[in-house]
């Protein structure tokens, strides 16, 4: 973690009113970034781990690794100082029995859709056997493409990509804005982002490990704030009051969808019309090309090298125009 990153982190317990987060750094790559640490509440004392360059901004570290019982073996194994080892063990033996059932482990190293959102964004080829059928030709990460493309530029403004996988979108992003920020909750594609990152040599982004329902920001922060086929997988009126908050006077978002409800039991369920009046009451103004008119933007995910899958993703824009009316 880039240590300048720490100004920009609120405590998840604090994020409506400033309570600023203290950097006690263990270890340490360069006088810039920090390796191996503790971010700390100087309120209510409450510690994120900062293990491998990835600060973990959760409200519950221990409850996180219960339901990845993979990580906490490599976490203490690649630890560089006694205290964090101490405390990473400390956690291990309050855990409860690990829960495997929980359906984030789909998107660690070892889950079934870690590698085909890699593919999508970094790793697919042209001679792909499923995208050298297609007529015409189509790369997964166009969708990417296109949100960014449609973003105006703010060389003076911040950026926040919610749900961030390895960070394709991020590292486009980056290029249009003064600081971006990737937040996912896989521990596995912030480590892949990152390490992309120290690759490209951009300095002006960084990923965390953090929850989009309990975002480690003070409110009115970002310029923009993309969420990109994310609505499925959590309670979407509370990820639109959230947006809500984050987002600066006149701030826009950016959706994309595929309203698939077959791959989780979160939340409400909406239809492409019923998002947009819901967002219509939490405060935003659509704009006026995406009030009533539904997009189908390709885009695609490798399963295995027989299985993909293929969906039309709606998109739309909008700005924060007012306090939320619900």
């Known amino acids: 973690m880039r240590i300048q990153l720490t100004r920009h982190l609120a405590c998840v317990k604090h994020t409506e009113r400033k309570r600023n987060l203290s950097l006690d750094m263990l270890e340490s790559s360069d006088g810039n970034e920090c390796t191996e640490g503790f971010l700390k509440c100087e309120e209510c004392r409450q510690l994120y781990p900062l293990i491998d360059g990835i600060p973990l901004l959760l409200e519950d570290v221990a409850e996180y690794v219960s339901t990845r019982p993979s990580l906490l073996g490599k976490w203490i194994l690649s630890s560089k100082t006694s205290t964090m080892k101490e405390y990473l063990k400390d956690m291990s033996s309050v855990l409860t029995k690990p829960d495997k059932s929980q359906g984030n482990n789909l998107y660690e190293v070892d ?32 969708l990417y493409n296109k949100v960014v493309h449609s973003t105006m530029t703010n060389l003076d403004g911040a950026a926040l990509d919610l749900g961030c996988s390895s960070g394709y979108a991020t590292f486009q992003l980056a290029k249009k804005f003064a600081f971006v920020i990737g937040i996912d909750l896989s521990f ?41 086929n994310i609505i499925e997988l ?23 969808s595929p309203y698939d409800y077959n791959r989780t039991q979160i939340g409400s369920r909406v239809s492409p019309q019923t998002f947009r ?30 299985t993909y899958l293929f969906y039309y993703v709606d998109y739309l824009r909008a700005r924060k125009a007012s306090k939320a009316k619900r």
């Open 111 to 142: 889950g079934s859709l870690y590698g085909s959102y890699n593919w999508a964004q970094f790793d697919y080829t042209n001679d792909d056997r499923f995208l050298s059928l297609l007529k015409w030709k189509m790369n997964p990460n166009d």
């Open 188 to 228: 596995s594609f912030i480590s892949e982002a990152r390490r992309r990152m120290a690759s490209s040599r951009q300095g002006n982004l960084d990923f965390i490990v953090a929850d989009c329902l309990r975002p480690p920001f003070l409110p009115s922060k970002f310029d923009l704030v993309m969420a990109l």
């Open 234 to 256: 959590m309670d979407i009126e509370q990820l639109v009051d959230r947006i809500h908050r984050l987002l600066k006077e006149d701030g826009e978002v950016a959706f994309t």
């Open 277 to 306: 009046q819901l967002l219509q009451k939490s405060g935003f103004r659509i704009e006026s090309k995406y009030v009533t008119a539904e997009a189908y933007i390709p885009w695609t995910l490798k399963i295995n090298e027989r």
